[in-house]
């Protein structure tokens, strides 16, 4: 199959780092994009549009929402009309959560809908899409790369995020098994946990202010002492999807920069020198 006839989707591409891993998959390694996502941001879509273009990609839209069970099933004639096994990649990159305790807060405990929207669009959506494009046989059969995005919080509690964190536990789980079905076909799937990004996502869920401490909190407690680089996620899964990725299959990789060991060093670590 030609450079220029293999394709990644990418759910969740308009913004954030959704955005930022699409451009990398066009720049670096040479895949042409196709972009779902809800159309909440078009000047931002637009840019991407014109960036994958510019690095002599194709680009094309698909406007929906990704986290519904019938969002897969729908998109199968777009993502057919692209060519034969056009899927060489996926990139799971969707946020939607709900905020709010389960029992006891300072709100009414979440409602089961909520957890039925946030489970639907963090985790289930992602088996959904890889079982609609494998039964429907669009995947790349020299092997697809199919790449769930997570996050530290199923090894943290921080208050009013139990779905996000029980939601991102249940995809490194359909990751897994995943990886067990599919890879005897030469399909590998995997899941790479990245830190903390101040997107506009984040800002929908937490709210600016919490967004603003929470970024606060995250450069404190990183080694480094700065936030995630979200183009620096985009370039490593461009390398991930290359030939150096194949034999990670089923893993959880961590780009977190050391985030979650090092809260409570935030805690316990003496004042800088006067």
Sequence with gaps: MGTLERWAVVLGASSGVGAYIARALARDAGLNIFAVHRGNWPD???????????AGRRFVEWR???GLPDAPE?????????????VAVLVHSLAG????ALARGPAAPLHPKQYAHTF??????????????????????????????????????????????????????????LALELGP?????????????????????????RVARLAEVMQAGTPAG??????????????????TGEW??????????????SFFDVLVRPPPPT
């Design 44 to 54: 931002d879509a637009a840019a991407l549009r014109h960036d994958v273009e510019a």
């Design 248 to 261: 990670f299959n089923g893993a959880r990789l961590d780009f977190t920069g050391a985030e979650a060991q």
């Design 97 to 100: 959560a709900s905020v709010g």
């Design 120 to 177: 639907a669009c963090m985790a289930h959506s992602f088996a959904w899409w890889i079982a609609a494009l494998h039964g429907a046989d669009l995947l790349d059969p020299a092997g697809a790369r199919l790449l769930a995005l997570g996050n530290i919080m199923p090894d943290v509690v921080v208050r009013q995020t139990p779905l996000i964190a029980a939601s991102k536990a249940a995809l490194h789980q359909y990751v897994r098994h």
């Design 226 to 243: 700065r936030l995630c680089d979200p183009a620096a996620v985009g370039q490593l899964v461009a390398q991930l999807v290359g030939p």
């Design 64 to 66: 929906a929402d990704a």
């Design 185 to 209: 076909l030469g399909h590998r799937t995997n899941l790479l946990d990245f830190s903390f990004v101040p997107t506009r996502a984040a800002q929908v869920t937490f709210g600016p202010e």
């Design 74 to 86: 729908a998109a199968l004639p777009a993502v057919r009309a692209l060519g034969p096994h056009p």
